[in-house]
């Protein structure tokens, strides 16, 4: 992950400077995180005290979709990995003008071994017995998407790298449309019954999520490198000083505006699922996140509004900690102890729900807002 001490910095023209972060990518980041940290929390929370229809819709949205579909929570993992392509082009190019490639690929592999080991960890790799250890996860796939990435990055231009991810996606979407699986006379897009489950199925060891294949599987790891590259592309387009900062938000929020249409479009005949990283879900969700990052970068590097960015800056400046502080603090089970039992009691099931989420989220906001004051980060 990135840190400050990198140096959130740029021009007052809102151009970035050489090597520097934008401050709307930490923005986004955070908010993106903020979901993950107590937001969706809250949003469940008020949800459950609203009177129908409206009630029904904001459930909703907070949750994944069963197989095919796109709600908003389907946006909150890919948009982090389109946001580390974009944090690869200032990260690798700084590291690249100031140490040369090799030694900026054997830091991208550091990185990317120790997290990786990171996520095995985190799916208690030390706590289970071989074969139950997960090897396959949220952190291990973004490991591997930030290595392929970056590992392209450093040998190939915006135009290699986009010919790599049409060739990714188009690829993918043959195989899984037109291929049958050995024994069938037919191909599918079933849970359980496509190329990607088959290969898990059949090579990936250790315990799969869902038992015989994983959400984060051998396979569908090809179409979310391809979200990374999305993002990589999009950090081109940020970095670039052939354009002006408010032709560079409007490029971008138009981009995601067509990009995401086209992935509505072709799924279609490729349905959107997250479980399989489908090819028209890498579109929908890269066309959200490109029109995120465009709204954003207007916002708060073109018209430098950031009176509101503070609390996401100090989760997109941490992401990697705040994630891992939430499985091993326990945020929801403290907040329990202050507002639960009598108290959630008095102001009802829904209302006790809200005011413990609204508790666990602030405790979260304290915990980022105490390790930024100290500039506290975890780097990799």
Partial sequence: MNTPSEGVKEARSGQPEPGARVVSVDVLRGFDMFWLVGGA?????????????????????????????????????????????????????????????????????????????????????????????????????????????????????????????????????ALLSFVPLPGSDAVSWGEGENWASWLDTRYL???????????????????????????????????????RPLTKAAGLFLAGCALAAVGYGWGMYCPIIKKLWTPSYVCVAGGYSLLLLGLFYFVVDVLQVRWWTAPFVWIGVNPL????????????????????????AWVGEDGGYLLKMGVSLFLSLLFVWYLNRKRIYLRL
């Fill in 321 to 344: 900690t705040i994630y891992l502080a939430r499985n091993l603090i326990e945020f929801n089970k403290i907040s329990e102890r202050f507002v639960g039992g009598s108290v959630a």
């Fill in 41 to 173: 929390g809250l949003a469940l929370g008020i949800g459950r005290m609203l009177g129908s229809p409206a009630k029904e819709i904001v459930l909703r949205q907070l949750e994944h979709a069963k197989w095919e579909g796109f709600y908003f929570y389907d946006l909150i993992f890919p948009l982090f990995v389109f946001l580390a392509g974009v944090s690869t082009v200032f990260f690798m190019g700084r590291l690249i003008r100031e140490q040369g490639r090799t030694a900026a690929l054997r830091r991208l592999l550091r990185r990317c071994v120790l997290m990786f080991l990171l996520g095995i960890l985190y799916s208690g790799g030390l706590a289970a017995p071989w074969p139950e250890v997960r090897l396959m996860g949220v952190l291990q796939r973004i490991a591997l998407c930030c290595f392929f990435s970056g590992l392209l990055f450093c040998f190939l231009d915006w135009k290699g790298l986009g010919a790599v991810l049409l060739i990714a996606l188009l690829g993918y979407w």
């Fill in 205 to 243: 060891p250790g315990r799969k999520h869902y038992g015989t294949y994983d959400p984060e599987g051998l396979l569908s790891t090809l179409p979310a490198v391809g979200t990374c590259l999305l993002g990589v592309l999009a950090g081109f387009a940020l970095k670039s000083t052939r354009f």
